[in-house]
């Protein structure tokens, strides 16, 4: 989650990243967030509709106001990661439900960039459809236009590749390949949360089903 290919310029919430710096809400998070009271109950709070990205949207609405959001790579939390690798795929469909839950709100240019992941889904969507055609005979293309069809997915593995050779020095080899089919199944089940955001109705948080809440006491 700290990697740049993953999260973009969100890999921030995840690691420390550069000096104190003025920022936007893409690298800050609401587990790790100082917010002045005045200004929160100027903008009304949360719009407890939107979960998760409240704060993202609240965060978006303070800046065009003219307020100014902060970055300390040295204020840092620690928390617990999700368990299992179930809970993992369920988090990035959240977060990709969230952010164009936000964007339906609340668009701004600064969600562009969390198109790339359902945009992304759409291309291996097609391109599957397009292979299974070949090979079944149903259509015949020039090997040309194949090799132009397989070159983005082709980019991508080498971006990832990058990716994971830069990840070698802070977290070892080991690490760094379990992270590589980590990052693409965030990018892809990210994208499905993005367009299952875009075409659901915003529920309010009686609408939506009981959440489990455990409090555990962590030795540090």
Not at 73 to 95: C, D, G, Q
Not at 149 to 155: D, K
Not at 165 to 185: E, F
Request: charged share 20%; glycine share 10%; with cysteine.
């Amino acid at each position: 989650m700290g990697s740049w290919l993953a999260f973009g310029p969100s890999c921030a919430r995840y690691r420390s990243v550069g000096k104190l710096r003025e920022s936007s809400e893409k690298e800050l998070i609401l587990c790790n967030l100082v917010a002045r009271r005045d200004a929160m109950l100027e903008l009304g709070g949360f719009n407890e509709k939107l979960y998760p990205n409240e704060e993202n949207a609240l965060m978006d609405e303070l800046q065009k106001r003219g307020g100014k959001l902060l970055y300390d790579p040295h204020f840092i939390v620690h928390r617990r990661p999700r368990s299992n690798l179930k809970a993992f795929m369920r988090m990035l469909m959240t977060y990709g439900r969230g952010r164009a839950e936000q964007f339906k709100v609340h668009p701004t240019f600064g969600s562009v960039l969390n198109f790339a992941p359902p945009l992304f889904d759409v291309y291996l969507l097609v391109l599957m459809a397009g292979l299974i055609s070949i090979a079944g005979g149903l259509i015949h293309l020039d090997p040309l236009w194949v090799r132009a069809g397989l070159s983005p997915l082709a980019l991508y593995l080498v971006m990832v590749l990058v990716q994971i050779a830069a990840l070698v020095p802070r977290g070892g080899v080991r690490n760094s390949l379990g992270a590589l089919p980590l990052i693409a199944l965030t990018h892809i089940l990210y994208g499905l949360g993005f367009w299952r955001g875009l075409f659901t109705p915003l529920r309010s948080p009686e609408q939506r089903p009981p959440m489990q809440v455990v409090l555990e006491h962590v030795q540090v």
